[in-house]
């Protein structure tokens, strides 16, 4: 099949060359003229003109960048079109923009694609939603891109990207249970042997996975883990797991507790333990540090 990819990052540029590696002709676009094929959205889209419908995949940050491009795409695609969102787009927003492009008579399917740099070689993660035509229309294409089962049509549109949400939501918890096993084992006075304590839990271990896998190689690289800085940024998607928790109602405390954390990472000194220190010292003469 051939379609438009918009965004040759580390993401999009590596699903452009799975893909083409599998037989299917993508025209990509990015704002880096080095990695692009052609120069504008109008000349993407002119491109994939005599196909049976175009099909364009964007692949841009969430937020501005994705609304301001299927804004332009809308514009530019024709009814019978297919827009896909394969990043990290709030699910909110892409049952907006499946409305948007629904009054042009586009078609809209987001994806949450889950796989990092690896998904190159390996194969990607996809959880999709939209209507099943379009997911069946397109499934060539998914099929190239993931391994082996590795795509789930999940229900309509804004639930590919609901279910990539939860996903990372389950990702901050177990990277976060992971973290704190590694500083458990590092404060003991037993003197552990940290790379084959993480080693042996990667076989026949009920904590085995891929975090896991990755996570033995850094610190047998570095035991200590010295050259690395303990601050941790959050993507968005921690944050609104966390936010529909809320809204649903539903208890979701170690994915909760492993966003605060991330927090508590960018804190030289933490305020809210001055304030700890200083009670504890008001009310009970406890020592206060300086």
């Not at 590696?21 to 990509?28: A, F, L, P, W, Y």
């Not at 994705?66 to 297919?82: K, M, N, P």
């Not at 003991?188 to 026949?204: K, M, N, T, Y």
């Amino acid at each position: 099949m051939k379609l438009g990819m918009i965004g040759l990052g580390k993401m999009g540029g590596n699903m452009a060359t799975r893909l083409r590696r599998n037989g299917h002709e993508v025209v990509g676009f990015d704002r880096d003229p080095d990695t692009r094929d052609v120069g504008s959205l109008e000349e993407l889209v002119a491109a994939l003109d005599g196909e049976p419908r175009r099909i364009v995949w964007v692949m841009v940050p969430a937020g501005a960048p994705t609304a301001d491009t299927i804004t332009a795409l809308a514009d530019l695609l024709q009814s019978g079109d297919l827009v896909i969102d394969g990043g990290n787009s709030n699910f909110r927003h892409s049952q907006a923009h499946g409305d948007a492009l629904a009054a042009h008579g586009i078609s809209f399917i987001d994806a949450g694609v889950s796989g990092g740099v690896w998904g190159l070689d390996e194969g990607y993660c996809i959880m999709a939603g939209g209507g099943t035509d379009d997911i069946s229309d397109v499934s060539a294409i998914f099929d190239a891109l993931v391994t082996d089962d590795g795509f789930a049509h999940v229900g309509p549109v804004g639930a590919g990207h609901f279910t990539k949400m939860v996903h990372n939501g389950v990702e901050y918890g177990m990277m976060q249970s992971f973290a704190e096993g590694y500083e458990l084992l590092a404060a003991s006075d037993l003197d552990i042997d940290l790379p084959s304590a993480l080693e042996v839990w990667r076989h026949g271990s009920v904590v085995r996975s891929w975090l896991l896998d990755l996570f033995a190689a850094a610190v047998h690289a570095d035991p200590k883990l010295d050259g690395v800085r303990g601050w941790a940024e959050d993507s968005g998607e921690g944050r609104w797991t966390v936010e529909q928790a809320v809204e649903l109602a539903v208890p979701a405390p170690a994915m909760t507790a492993a966003l605060f954390a991330r927090f508590a990472s960018r804190q030289d000194e933490a305020p809210a333990m001055k304030a700890i220190a200083v009670m504890r010292n008001a009310f009970g003469g406890h020592e206060v540090r300086s």
